[in-house]
């Protein structure tokens, strides 16, 4: 019996089901316990499965499996393997299991016990994550506190690459042909009106998560409350896309959150800035980050 900590394969018959951890992009997310020796010894993993009946996305499926398989780093979610079952049928994606579940469930039940220190170690090592996508001609395109989950009271990791692409060689950006279920008040001006994805539209959704952890991802500020809260009640559907780029042409932007310090909020500003090449990077981020919690601490 060879004992393979990191096999990439899981036989299902050893993966026990134990609960349900929510919707992902693709199909659902669910606890198991991978335990062939039927003792309880087993280590707990968050299983992915796809929807049998969804074959289209299976080349997704296939695609999101070769990413994040070819990803190591500290401030993302690591990847187990993979598990065939209905005789390869269908496949399912097996990651480390994050015990303290998604940053925006901690930040609301810990907001009076967390300091700003801690939320600033949370968004460097976010940005971390990002500089090493980048650093994979990575974009994940899906960035925002639901897809960021909790390993430790001080440590976060990127989650869920259902929507990532890999920017082409020859390329600065990765057009999709169309929104899907896109979640406009994280996207960049171009990812909404030409469906333009590049680090530089990650750094616009770094500027958003930022927001959102300043604000202890409070529901009353969440950035589509915001958002719809500014555009009015009166639009639907595709108009929503175009009152939002108005706004954002008018210069509007989301609100410091309250307790924010100011140069956080200057750093998300920065992140908004309408033209793509005018967004810091992730590097200088990451700097800015730094520096600031030198400030604090010696402040
Ligand atoms: C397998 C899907 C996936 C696909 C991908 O490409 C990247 C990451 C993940 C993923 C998604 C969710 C989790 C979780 C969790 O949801 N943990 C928890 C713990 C406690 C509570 C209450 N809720 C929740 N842990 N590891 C996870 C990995």
Redesign the pocket.
């Known amino acids: 019996l060879t004992y393979q900590p990191d096999q990439a394969e899981y036989e299902e018959r050893h993966l026990r089901y134990i609960s349900p ?2 919707k ?1 992009n693709f199909g659902s ?1 669910e ?1 198991c316990r991978y335990d062939p020796l039927g003792d309880n010894t087993g280590e707990l993993v ?3 499965r796809l929807q049998p009946n969804k074959q289209s996305n299976m080349a997704d499926f296939q695609r ?1 499996i070769r990413t ?1 398989s070819s990803l190591h780093c500290d401030y993302i ?1 690591k990847y187990r393997g993979i598990c065939y079952s209905m005789g390869r049928l269908s496949v399912s ?1 097996v ?8 940053l925006i ?1 901690f930040l609301e039940k810990k907001r009076q016990v967390i300091t700003p220190r801690r939320l600033l170690l949370f968004a460097s090592q976010i940005c971390k994550g990002m500089e090493y996508l980048q650093s994979r001609r990575v974009v994940h395109r899906d960035l925002a506190a639901r897809n960021i ?1 909790v390993a430790s009271d001080s440590l976060v990791k990127i ?4 929507l990532t692409k890999i920017i082409p060689s020859d390329k600065e950006y990765y057009r999709v042909s169309h929104p899907g279920e896109s979640p406009i008040f994280w996207y960049a001006p171009e990812s909404i009106t030409d469906f333009k994805f590049s680090h530089k539209s990650d750094v616009w959704s770094f500027g958003v998560v930022l927001y959102e952890i300043f604000s202890f991802c409070n529901h009353h500020l969440n950035p589509k409350v915001l958002c719809t809260q500014k555009i009015g009640p009166h639009a639907q559907g595709q108009s929503i896309s175009m009152h939002l780029i108005n706004l954002l042409k008018g210069n509007w932007r989301l609100p410091a959150p309250q307790l924010c310090p100011p140069q956080v909020y200057s750093m998300m500003t920065a992140c908004w800035a309408y033209e793509s090449e005018n967004r810091p990077t992730f590097s200088s981020l990451g700097e800015m980050i730094e520096s600031y919690v030198q400030d604090e601490r010696e402040g």
Request: glycine share 16%; charged share 15%; no cysteine.
């Open positions: 951890l929510g992902g997310v606890l968050a299983v992915k999101e994040i979610v994606l990651m480390e299991y994050l015990p303290y579940g998604s469930a989950l989650a869920d690459f259902g």
